[in-house]
Nanobody, 122 residues
């Protein structure tokens, strides 16, 4: 599966933004999916993940309650709704397939596509 994230941009603190990750291929619905982010000078870190059918999700503590991950298997898209954005959310956001559902380890995710930059000004 090939992935392409989009929807990033420059926003102010407190604003909302929705990211999309479009997948090619017929196997999209067989993969749990995840979102990671990488801030300048920092390692890529886990943000959120969603099960194959979208029935369950889990989040990093830093975004829980503010971000919501969802998916539409009919459209081969996974979303990340980001509310109450903070300057520390500034990063390039990537989506990836999740090989071990429940994991937050970078190595358990793959098929990374091009990320999308989110910049939150204070």
């Amino acid at each position: 599966v090939q992935l392409q994230a989009s929807g990033g941009g420059l926003v102010q603190a407190g604003d909302s933004l929705r990211l999309s990750c479009a997948a090619s291929g017929r196997t999209f619905s067989t993969y749990p999916m995840g979102w990671f982010r990488q801030a300048p000078g920092k390692e890529r870190e886990f943000v959120a993940a969603i099960s194959m059918n979208g029935g369950t999700t889990y989040y990093a503590a830093s975004v829980k309650g503010r971000f919501t991950v969802s998916r539409d298997n009919a459209k081969n898209v996974v979303y990340l709704q980001m509310n109450s954005l903070k300057p520390e959310d500034t990063a390039v956001y990537y989506c990836g397939t999740n090989r071990v559902y429940g994991s937050t380890r970078l190595g358990d995710f793959g098929s990374w596509g091009q990320g999308t930059l989110v910049t939150v000004s204070s």
